[in-house]
């Protein structure tokens, strides 16, 4: 009986290493006997599928071209009215307790009344980047580096350079640094993105919460995913995190093929969908930003939108696909090459219009002032008509200065303690407004009254603003003792703020 219960012991042992080492290796095993994988229905007909790829030779080519940014911020806090987390601990007591009030065992501070306490450098935030030629210049999101006054990056080896910003371009997401003192750094490859696949295996490499050379991996989910930003997306599972913007998304190859840009996520944390720039468009902006510091688009002047089932249907087209034309902007560059409210924009130069949103992207792509044919839907048939490209203004709150010196001086403030500028005319469009200017520093009175940089300047009292020379002529004859009211824009929002200029 011990023998028979010993050899079924064995058998079972026997069976269920066989199971495990058939399943490692693409089998089946079925009811105690190994079949191969074809004979069961719907798997794989290949004998044996490969494990998972070994990523640590693509990592040690890889990591040390990749960087920590490390951003810091110009801050100045208020001596009245809040208490400043970066000051003197003291000044909490004097918060609740009154100015003059000096904390037991505490040494009396020299304080500051009326007007801002001195400026203070603060860390902003973390993110990463690659280095894409050995001479030190690195890709890394727009929004990584937007409104820092200094920049330091940090290579694999623990070395710390300060970094110029060549050029910055919000809509893509995409920003050029620069980086001196060190000869031959380590690169990147850059890959194709129009190759993808999906299922295709690919690496992150960042700085998720600021731990630096962390690398994580997934499978690309999906290609062309469009999120309605300018650009489609490349979408994975990756793990990416804050922290992680701007590093490179690397194929097994070793070549990077995408920026990683942005997650999906309900918790601000990984949830299991990561969206990244493909490498291609973001080459493209990079070309322009390192040759002039700032990128050029195309525009044609026509508000579009989406093509729906039932009008492709009256309208007689295969399918959905196309940009309907809602409005052409009068003197435009549609307007003068014959284009119609109506008209469905089916292609551009010789590229599909598959979607709405594509459109702005490859007229975007296009030089200023060059020729190109478009091809339009109109009365049951194609036409296609001669356009000549024009420009879309330069948007400087889009741009951070390619000129850094010159970014770090600080405008002379006015009698309301602000700094403004211009909005362009893609912003007016985008918010619907026919003037005004934003804020891009603030301090005295402005401060005082709760005004911040980047709201927009619609009307002082009873004048509209219409752009920075009437605004500065409105303040220069507002009364010294009486507050002004303005008109402020904060994102969705409208209001009016008192502000009482200084004397």
Do not use: C
Request: net charge negative; proline share 5%.
């Amino acid at each position: 009986m011990k023998k028979i219960l010993h050899n079924k012991l064995k058998r079972s042992v026997l069976y269920t290493v066989i199971g495990l080492s058939a399943a490692y290796a693409g089998l089946s095993y079925v009811g105690g006997d190994v079949a191969n994988a074809q004979d069961v229905p719907n798997a794989t007909t290949s004998m044996t599928i490969a494990g998972l790829p070994d990523f640590t030779p693509i990592v040690a080519q890889t990591e040390n071209a990749v960087v920590n940014i490390r951003t810091l911020e110009t801050v100045s806090a208020r001596s009245r009215g809040g208490y400043d987390p970066y000051g003197d601990p003291s000044e909490l007591f004097r918060f609740f307790f009154g100015p003059d009030f000096t904390p037991p065992r505490a040494t009396p501070q020299p304080r500051q009344r009326g007007g801002d306490q001195p400026e203070r450098t603060v860390p902003r935030g973390v993110g990463s980047g690659f280095i894409i030629s050995d001479d030190g210049y690195i890709i890394t999101n727009n929004h990584v580096i937007a409104g820092a006054s200094k920049i330091m990056v940090t290579l694999n080896n623990g070395k710390e350079f300060p970094a110029k910003v060549i050029g910055s371009d919000q809509r893509t997401d995409i920003a050029l640094l620069k980086i001196e003192g060190e000869d031959k750094l380590p690169t990147l490859k850059i890959g194709d993105s129009n190759t993808l696949k999906k299922g295709q295996w690919v690496l992150a490499i960042g700085s998720p919460f600021g731990l630096d050379s962390t690398v994580t991996s997934g499978i690309i989910s999906a290609i062309n995913r469009d999120t309605g930003e300018y650009l489609p997306f490349i979408q994975t599972d990756v793990a990416v995190n804050p922290g992680n913007s701007g590093g490179p998304l690397i194929n097994l190859e070793g070549e990077v093929v995408g920026v990683n840009s942005q997650i999906i996520s309900q918790s601000g944390g990984f949830m299991g969908i990561s969206l990244s720039i493909p490498i291609d468009e973001a080459m493209q902006v990079v070309n322009q930003l390192k040759e002039n510091g700032k990128v050029t688009r195309g525009r044609i002047g026509v508000q579009i939108g989406e093509v729906a089932d039932e009008v492709a249907k009256a309208l007689g087209l295969e399918n959905s696909s196309g940009a309907l034309v809602s409005n052409v902007e009068q003197g435009g560059p549609a307007d003068k090459a014959g284009i119609m409210a109506g008209d469905v924009i089916i292609g551009f130069d010789g590229s599909e219009v598959k979607k709405w949103s594509d459109l702005p992207r490859i007229v975007g792509q296009k030089k200023p002032d060059t020729e190109s044919n478009i091809e339009v839907w109109r009365r049951g048939k194609k036409q296609t008509l001669k356009i000549t490209v024009g420009a879309v203004p330069s948007n400087p709150a889009d741009e951070v200065a390619a000129n850094q010196e010159a970014s770090d001086k600080l405008a002379e403030a006015d009698r309301l303690g602000l700094v403004v500028s211009n909005l362009s005319e893609e912003t007016m469009t985008r918010l619907r407004i026919k003037g005004g200017v934003q804020i891009t520093e603030v301090e005295g009175p402005g401060q005082v009254a709760g005004l911040r940089a980047d709201d927009i300047i619609l009307a002082v009292n009873d004048q509209d603003i219409k752009d920075v020379k009437q605004f500065e002529e409105t303040v220069g004859k507002l009364s010294k003792d009486k507050a002004a009211a303005l008109l402020i824009r904060r994102e969705n929002l409208t209001q009016w703020v008192p502000v009482t200029p200084s004397k």
